[in-house]
Each structure stands twice: as C-alpha cells, then as structure tokens.
C-alpha cells in the first residue's frame, strides 16, 4: 500500500503542475486519485483492525499428549 501511495503521491502532486501547462482536468484526476488512496486506506484499516482469526475446533489438537 505504500509503493502505490509513494508513486500516485508523485502524480497527485505533479497535476496542478501539469493543469497549469496546459493539460486542462488534471487537477481533477490528482483529487480523485487522492479520494481514491483514501478510501483505499480506510479499507485496509478496517479490514486489518476487525481481522479476528477463526480455527476450527476440529482442526485443533487435543488435550490429551502424545505417548
């Protein structure tokens, strides 16, 4: 996640730069890769924060030790 964000980061920042040369819209596609990443985040985060690991009872060794 944070590859992409440093290489879009460049992009995002580069658009204004590219809106006054003369690209016209590009501002608009730097804002939207920027909302993007966002709610990008807010998933992992919400993914990675409620992960509860589940193991089947019956995949579990029992109780009993190994003779």
């Known amino acids: 996640m944070s590859l992409v964000s440093g290489a879009l980061g460049f992009f995002i920042g580069l658009s204004p730069i590219l809106e006054l040369k003369g690209a016209l819209g590009m501002t608009g ?21 409620g992960l509860v690991p589940y ?13």
């Open 29 to 49: 596609v730097g804002v939207g890769f920027f909302f993007l990443l966002f709610k990008m985040r807010r998933r992992v985060i919400l993914r990675v924060s």
């Open 55 to 67: 193991i089947s009872p019956q995949l579990m060794p029992s109780e009993t030790p190994l003779r």
